[in-house]
Structure formats: structure tokens, C-alpha cells
């Protein structure tokens, strides 16, 4: 079962419905939690071969209207954000500096089902935080309270995590214009960039479609629940899943097609672009 359902699940079955008033607002908790889980991926920065850290403080950012309606749920809601994280990064293998927290706070400049999410780096030793990530406001996708990839997103994808300063735990010196070296040296890094959020593929498969379940979840309806797999390999292949619409690598209507890093993938009306380098 995904870390998304289970979370769910979780929520549904706190105190006989005390969340159900919480899931009539605008934003949904399990929206938010879908960009937790993307600001750990966009964020995360690759120490050495056993560690990869990612920012364990977040601060969610609300329009007033669903700020209202979270805050008097606002400390439960957060250790169970702060729980669907630390099992996120269990199934990542990412590691942590500090204790997770997940808060939120109220934004003037946000209008109702519009959200922003902010992270950081801190240690528990320390008051020092790294620098704060801002992720673009997201807008609310609609019924059936999921969170995703809306149209209209803003493109542009984020950086490449960047390595420790000098003199930081497993810091190395960078090559190929400052990116980190890959795990083991000499490895492949894969990842796939949707509407500008970068995911990284740190597995032998990964499953994407509309449901929670699905590893990247793609809230577009002409999505199906387990649309397609990228297999990774020598090549990457990706392999649709008994989809309705099928899918389109590379402007050619398919059921199985190799990856080259630069394939572009049209899923529903949301396209997918593959990407591969060597460390």
C-alpha cells in the first residue's frame, strides 16, 4: 500500500469523522501531503554513497479561508504530515538533520485553494538552518480532493540539489558543472520533470497514474489509476499498464517504447520528459 493511501486512511479513522470538516476546505490535507513528498524529491541532496538528506522543516503556507478552516486541527494535522514524511523518506532512503516538523501559517497574498510550501535543513544541534525552498503556489485540481499536477502549472524546473559546502559531512568535489557525483561513481541518474517538478527515479520501477497508490500520481483525467511503468535499464524502457489513452513517446502512439535521456512522454494532456546522466 502507498504512503499517500495509508495516510488517507489514517486520517479517515481519526475520532469518528473529526477530520471530515477538514476535508471540506478548499486545500486537502492529502494534497498537501503529495507536496511534502515532492519538495523532499526536488530538495534533496546527495551526501555520499549511504546518504542522501532532504529538508526535514516545512512550513505550509494557506489562503485565509483554508487557514481557517486547518488551524484548529493544526497540531494533529502536523504530526500526521510530519509522519507520512518520515515514511516517504523510509521508502526513499532519504535521510534527515533534525526532527521533522510541519506547520502551517496563514498568507495574505493567497487566494482560497491556493497553497505554497516552504522547506529547510535543520540540524538539531544547531539554530543554523540552510537557506528556505519556496515551491510555487498550487493550485487546488479540482473534485475528489487528490493533489497532483493541475493545468497552468509554472514551468521551469528547479535546480539540481546542490552539494554540502566544503568541510560538510561526505562533501566531494563537484564535476560536470557543479553536480554532485551519483552514488558509486560512474552510476546513471535518472529522473522524469512534469509541469517543472523534477522526480528521481531511485528504482527498478516506477508506476505513474491518477491513484495514490501510483509512485508519481498525475492528477489529469484522462489519466488512468496505473497508466504506465518506466523500467529502468541499459536502455530504460516504459511500458504502458492497460491505460485507456495509452501513451505517446517521442510523438508516436505506443505500447512500449526505449528511453533516451530528452524522450518526451504525453500521457492524458500532460507531458513527461525523461532525463539520464552519468555521474
Not at 506547520?103 to 540540524?123: C, I, M, N, P, Q
Not at 566544503?166 to 529522473?191: E, N
Request: aromatic share 6%; proline share 9%; hydrophobic share 30%.
Amino acid at each position: 500500500m502507498g504512503v499517500l493511501k495509508r495516510f488517507e486512511q489514517r486520517l479517515e479513522g481519526l475520532v469518528n469523522g473529526t477530520f471530515a470538516k477538514v476535508f471540506k476546505s478548499e486545500v486537502q490535507p492529502v494534497e498537501i501531503a503529495g507536496a511534502l513528498q515532492r519538495e523532499c524529491d526536488n530538495n534533496a541532496q546527495i551526501w555520499n554513497r549511504e546518504r542522501t538528506v532532504v529538508p526535514n522543516d516545512f512550513i505550509v503556507e494557506l489562503s485565509t479561508p483554508d487557514y481557517e478552516r486547518l488551524s484548529p486541527y493544526s497540531g494533529q494535522l502536523g504530526d500526521e504530515l510530519a509522519g507520512l514524511v518520515r515514511d516517504y523518506a523510509k521508502q526513499q532512503r532519504y535521510t534527515f538533520m533534525g526532527p521533522i516538523k510541519v506547520h502551517l501559517e496563514k498568507a495574505e497574498d493567497l487566494d482560497t485553494g491556493l497553497y505554497r510550501v516552504r522547506s529547510r535543513t535543520l540540524a538539531s544541534s544547531t539554530s543554523q538552518a540552510a537557506p528556505q525552498h519556496p515551491q510555487h503556489p498550487q493550485q487546488q485540481p479540482g473534485q475528489g480532493g487528490g493533489y497532483g499536477y493541475p493545468q497552468g502549472s509554472p514551468a521551469g524546473a528547479p535546480p539540481m540539489p546542490s552539494a554540502p559546502p566544503p568541510g560538510a559531512p561526505g562533501h566531494r568535489p563537484a564535476a560536470g558543472g557543479g553536480r554532485p557525483p551519483a552514488p558509486g561513481g560512474g552510476q546513471v541518474r535518472r529522473w522524469i520533470e512534469i509541469n517543472g517538478n523534477r522526480h528521481q527515479i531511485s528504482r527498478p520501477t516506477l508506476v505513474l497514474g491518477r491513484s495514490t497508490d501510483a509512485d508519481v500520481r498525475i492528477d489529469d483525467p484522462g489519466v488512468s489509476r496505473r497508466h504506465c511503468e518506466i523500467r529502468t535499464g541499459t536502455p530504460s524502457t516504459i511500458q504502458d499498464l492497460g491505460s485507456t489513452n495509452g501513451i505517446v513517446v517521442d510523438g508516436q502512439h505506443t505500447t512500449r517504447a526505449t528511453l533516451r535521456d530528452g524522450s518526451r512522454i504525453v500521457v492524458g494532456s500532460t507531458t513527461i520528459v525523461y532525463r539520464q546522466a552519468e555521474g
